[in-house]
């Protein structure tokens, strides 16, 4: 990393006081108003939006810290902190951007430091945003420069889950392994650049802030914020303003990276309404477009899928009732190839995952999944209050 005389470490802004504070210097440090100088052409931010991730941050900084191609600043970007994050944060040499009124979540939180990030960065330099809760694989930043060329506006990862959660969370892995294996067989394509982590262009991000304010884009936050606050899903709203800017995402099979799973059935339906509502309003808040067609395409399947489950399982209470259930060969060979499905796509895992998933028990959250997308269609056809 290049140095630079003089450079004062990133200005923090307290939620408690009207004075600005210095910290310590830092090499390389980003702008402030006190003036800064730049990070060299091509260097990388690493953004890290934290509320109250005292648990997980230490983890989440070194494994910046650990990278084949580490970042030139790692910033935690603490937002209506009441815990030891900042402290920890500081603890492991990691700067420190103090979020200033901020009622907007991580979209408002990201829109304040990028605000005075952005300005002083080249077209060529790189942005992560990377949440709190996640730790990057070593080579996942040398993996990311490299097929960040061209149109390729935004490279995300491909993330697993971490250890605990119980069963839920042991669903949780196996579904990650499956969605890991599919970009995979993709090539890296990918319908939605992840919030647990992505590598952006500087010049990217500035031109979507002037596409907000010039109506090109959805407006956002109303001041050019490059993150939507209005919406739930800020990483999915996103990818459709990289796209319709002309750029592409991509997920490449060697960016991987750990990331927290739900601990319980209740933070899971939360989590995946808010995913699912989101999706849906974000495609509503587009319309029908070149890119969003496949988008409103995957809504109408998921539609589909819910009442053909619902018919199907009336079906079978139907049959039990009345005392007229019969094995049919042709529903047992369909049965047995979603079986299958299931044992080779979590190989990945290893062969006990695989025994394990011929079982069929993870009918359970298939169903699950099924109940939280009616529910987020029905509230997004009611346009029923959002609340996470």
Known sequence: ????????????????????????????????????????????????????????????????????????????????????????????????????????????????????ALPHLREDDLVLVQDADSALDPDFLEIARKNLRGKIGAVGGVFRGSEGGGFVGHLQRNEYARYARDVQRLGGKCLVVTGTAAVMKAGMLRQIGAARLAGELPAGDGRGGVYDTSVLTEDNELTFAIRHLGYDVLSPAGCTLV????????????????????????????????????????????????????????????????????????WLGVTAIFVIERIVTVRHRGWRYMLAAGLMYELVIDLFLQIVHTKAYLDALTRRRRDW
């Open 259 to 330: 990331t927290e799973i739900m601990p319980t059935w209740t933070d899971l339906w939360k989590q995946r309404l808010r995913w699912k509502r989101g999706a849906v309003e974000n495609c509503v808040q587009y319309g029908v477009t070149r890119i969003t067609w496949p988008y409103w395409g995957r809504q109408l399947l998921t539609m589909t899928g819910c009442v053909i489950t619902y018919v199907y399982l009336a079906t079978i209470v139907y049959a039990v009732f009345f005392n007229s259930f019969t094995v049919q060969p042709f």
């Open 1 to 116: 990393m290049s140095t630079a005389a003089g450079a004062t470490a990133l200005l923090e802004r307290s939620n408690a006081a009207t004075t600005t504070v210095v910290a310590e210097p830092a090499p390389d440090a980003l702008p402030t108003r006190r003036g800064r100088k730049a990070p060299r052409t091509g260097g990388l931010v690493a953004a890290l939006p934290a509320h109250n991730e005292e648990a997980g941050i230490a983890a989440a900084i070194q494994g910046l810290q650990n990278q084949t191609s580490p970042p030139d600043h790692i910033v935690v970007i603490a937002d209506n902190c009441t815990d030891r994050t900042v402290e920890i944060a500081r603890a492991h040499g990691a700067e420190v951007f103090i979020t200033t009124g901020n009622t907007h979540k991580k979209a408002g939180a990201l829109n304040q430091f990028l605000a005075e």
